[in-house]
């Protein structure tokens, strides 16, 4: 039986900054931003948009009134959730109109969370191959103003719908993990930002890549040549290209020459949003099979997912048939063209925001789905 991916579709709030800009305003060249960490664009949300409006928006350009009846199985993975005990996907489970008996929970293991989620999906999909299952990245990446961590922030969601007739990616069963106990960046309860060590997180993703990437080609005897492209997790564009080049004296130059050029193709969005922590690597997949023009049926696709702290997982899909009639580019493209762009100040305002949970709130935002009151630290949301 193939079981994967079936539909797929991100959104990102509708505000932006330019890095050229942020870069002048904190007195650094803006090569170090736009070339030193790849990125040029970032995206902003205000308060009255959190992890389920992302990902509500992101859900409800995939799915119609049948996938709704036949998803049984709803899991957010996120490290940006705003309560301790009830899963952002409960409520993202009513938003969607998704049939009552179905299971829903949220799970975080840093930017692996959607991962795992994606991996129960499968597993229960394949146990079930009546039902369906939808997978949710979203976040809000954080790290305050004025430090290392502020050109590294961004916001949005990823919504995968998995089945077993996927019309754009199978998943393989052959996968390796690694887990690892390293305080490379974490976020202790009550912070409101996690604490970095950058030059630990950044040595300890290329390490665990390179780990799990030659343990996979040692167990299944694979090599470069068996795979179109492969796909990072992406917290800015240059770490993942860092984790690749790593390897690439292994390969022959054609080789090293088509991943490359595959890899520029996968952060083409990313460029313009930031990171998305769990949904960065899925936003990658998306640019990839958006923006390359040389991808065909039965490409092997390989999928790097990390999450600090630190578990890492590389494993495979298989592009499908006609796989690009089912994806969403004048959509995505559209999404991205039509943002505000937010002076600085006005995007240090957005951040500075802080609401009182303890205060009734009213918002007034334009977005389908959005937060429209807070009350006695109830959200209640614009469906």
Same mark, same amino acid.
């Given at each position: 039986?193939?079981?994967?991916?079936?539909?797929?579709?991100?959104?990102?709030?509708?505000?932006?900054?330019?890095?050229?800009?942020?870069?002048?305003?904190?007195?650094?060249?803006?090569?170090?931003?736009?070339?030193?960490?790849?990125?040029?664009?970032?995206?902003?949300?205000?308060?009255?948009?959190?992890?389920?409006?992302?990902?509500?928006?992101?859900?409800?350009?995939?799915?119609?009134?049948?996938?709704?009846?036949?998803?049984?199985?709803?899991? *957010?993975?996120? &490290?940006?959730?705003? #309560?301790?005990?009830?899963?952002?996907?409960? /409520?993202?489970?009513?938003? @969607? %109109?998704?049939?009552?008996?179905?299971?829903?929970?949220?799970i975080k293991e840093a930017c692996y969370g959607a991962t795992a989620g994606l991996e129960a999906a499968k597993?229960?999909?394949?146990?079930?191959?009546?039902?369906?299952?939808?997978?949710?990245?979203?976040?809000?990446?954080?790290?305050?103003?004025?430090?290392?961590?502020?050109?590294?922030?961004?916001?949005?969601?990823?919504?995968?719908?998995?089945?077993?007739?996927?019309?754009?990616?199978?998943?393989?069963?052959?996968?390796?993990?690694?887990?690892?106990?390293?305080?490379?960046?974490?976020?202790?309860?009550?912070?409101?930002?996690?604490?970095?060590?950058?030059?630990?997180?950044?040595?300890?993703?290329?390490?665990?890549?390179?780990?799990?990437?030659?343990?996979?080609?040692? *167990?299944?005897? &694979?090599?470069?040549? #068996?795979?179109?492209?492969?796909?990072?997790? /992406?917290?800015?564009?240059? @770490? %993942?290209?860092?984790?690749?080049?790593?390897?690439?004296?292994?390969?022959?130059?054609?080789?090293?020459?088509?991943?490359?050029?595959?890899?520029?193709?996968?952060?083409?969005?990313?460029?313009?949003?930031?990171?998305?922590?769990?949904?960065?690597?899925?936003?990658?997949?998306?640019?990839?099979?958006?923006?390359?023009?040389?991808?065909?049926?039965?490409?092997?696709?390989?999928?790097?997912?990390?999450?600090?702290?630190?578990?890492?997982?590389?494993?495979?899909?298989?592009?499908?048939?006609?796989?690009?009639?089912?994806?969403?580019?004048?959509?995505?493209q559209k999404l991205l063209s039509q943002r505000t762009k937010l002076t600085i100040s006005d995007y240090e305002?957005?951040?500075?925001?802080?609401?009182?949970?303890?205060?009734?709130?009213?918002?007034?935002?334009?977005?389908?789905?959005?937060?429209?009151?807070?009350?006695?630290?109830?959200?209640?949301?614009?469906?």
């Amino acid at each position: 039986m193939n079981v994967g991916i079936d539909k797929i579709s991100f959104f990102v709030p509708p505000y932006y900054i330019d890095m050229a800009e942020l870069a002048k305003k904190r007195g650094v060249d803006p090569a170090k931003y736009l070339v030193g960490i790849g990125q040029s664009q970032m995206a902003i949300g205000p308060s009255s948009q959190d992890i389920v409006t992302y990902a509500a928006n992101a859900a409800s350009e995939i799915l119609t009134p049948e996938d709704k009846e036949a998803i049984d199985l709803v899991v *957010v993975g996120t &490290e940006s959730s705003f #309560d301790e005990s009830k899963a952002s996907a409960v /409520i993202l489970h009513r938003l @969607m %109109g998704i049939q009552d008996f179905a299971r829903s929970f949220e799970i975080k293991e840093a930017c692996y969370g959607a991962t795992a989620g994606l991996e129960a999906a499968k597993n229960h999909v394949t146990r079930h191959p009546e039902s369906k299952a939808l997978v949710i990245a979203a976040d809000i990446a954080r790290y305050g103003l004025n430090n290392g961590g502020e050109p590294t922030q961004g916001a949005g969601a990823v919504a995968m719908l998995i089945s077993n007739k996927p019309r754009i990616l199978t998943l393989s069963d052959n996968t390796v993990n690694l887990t690892q106990d390293i305080y490379d960046f974490w976020r202790p309860t009550g912070h409101n930002y996690p604490l970095v060590d950058g030059p630990l997180s950044n040595e300890t993703y290329i390490r665990s890549f390179e780990k799990v990437y030659t343990r996979y080609t040692k *167990v299944y005897q &694979e090599n470069f040549g #068996d795979f179109a492209a492969l796909t990072f997790h /992406i917290p800015y564009t240059k @770490m %993942g290209k860092k984790a690749l080049q790593s390897v690439l004296p292994q390969a022959t130059e054609q080789d090293a020459t088509r991943l490359l050029e595959r890899y520029e193709e996968s952060i083409v969005y990313s460029r313009r949003v930031g990171n998305l922590y769990t949904g960065s690597l899925y936003l990658g997949l998306i640019s990839l099979l958006e923006n390359s023009t040389v991808l065909k049926a039965g490409d092997k696709i390989g999928l790097f997912s990390y999450g600090s702290g630190a578990v890492s997982q590389f494993f495979t899909g298989i592009l499908q048939p006609d796989y690009e009639k089912y994806l969403l580019k004048e959509y995505h493209q559209k999404l991205l063209s039509q943002r505000t762009k937010l002076t600085i100040s006005d995007y240090e305002s957005m951040l500075n925001k802080n609401i009182d949970y303890n205060q009734t709130t009213i918002f007034n935002d334009e977005l389908p789905f959005s937060i429209t009151k807070i009350e006695n630290n109830v959200r209640f949301y614009r469906n």
